[in-house]
């Protein structure tokens, strides 16, 4: 089941503009978004469904691309460019030395058994020297090359990681990348990635625990060491009322350099839909 959550569309927005503008899609963790955004960086459209899980804990993509329709118009114009961020839980980091795109399934066999359901893809992450490889559901693969041929898939890790990098000012920050059941967690030492995995977790209490262990692996101190918060976390959550017993620097990632929201997306708090404009 899909619930729209956010549709917003800025009331000086016009469709004869999209040949300047970029579009980015997420294909989230338990949601799908997309964003318009146009050539003075104002994020000009944005669309966010939360999707619910199979009972085998699969999102069905097939069916959710097939029977949403509100977006389609927005999503099928011609873009200066169209870009996809892909929050998989199934990546690998591989260091640029030792990585061969022959590999890379191999490289994924390392840590679990590919999906039938899924392509393998790997990325540069930029601004260092690794590949994430990860998997793409063929359903958002087959479904994104119909409607924009020319559109790039990116992996969540290979946008953000850069992003939370150019916001750090001191030596030692964690960041965590929020979804309703799953966090991705960063650990970065004098601007370079150390740490990147994902977690599952059911309760405030899980997430939370998984945060210390970086921390305590890490010899991080709550009370000084920055977390850095992106997705849907909220403050009037139980994860931030857990969070904040414990670890006392909390930051949020803001929209990158030069990127605005416009007047009605101005309610929605920036961290919310950075994923999607650091996809940009």
Known sequence: ????????????YSPHISALCKLSILFGMDSFSYAVVDNQLKIQAYQHYSL??????????SSFLATVQS?????TRNYRS?????????????????YRAEEKLTY????????????????????????????IPNAAQAWL???????????????????????????????????????????FHEGQLVFC???????????????LLVFDQFRLGTEYTPLWIMGHYSEQGELHRQIKRYIKSLQYVPLPTGFRSGTKLNAIPEHFYVDLVAGI
Request: glycine letters at 2%.
């Open 197 to 211: 995995n994902s977690f599952s977790y059911q309760t405030a209490r899980d997430a939370l625990y998984f945060l």
């Open 71 to 75: 977006p389609r118009e927005m999503l």
């Open 1 to 12: 089941m899909a619930n729209l959550k956010y549709d917003i569309v800025e009331d000086n």
């Open 108 to 135: 994924l066999q390392h840590l679990t058994t590919p999906s039938a359901q899924t392509i393998v893809q790997a990325d540069v992450i930029p601004g260092y020297p690794m590949n994430a490889v990860y998997e």
């Open 82 to 98: 169209v870009r996809a961020v892909v929050a998989s839980p199934v990546f690998t980091l591989v260091p640029a030395q030792w």
């Open 145 to 187: 090359s119909n409607i924009q041929p020319e559109a790039e898939f990116v992996h969540c890790v290979c946008a953000l990681a850069p992003l939370v990098r150019s916001r750090l000012e001191t030596p030692h920050n964690v960041a965590a990348y929020f979804g309703p059941n799953r966090v991705f967690i960063f650990y």
């Open 52 to 61: 619910d899980r199979d009972a085998n804990g699969e999102i069905d993509w």
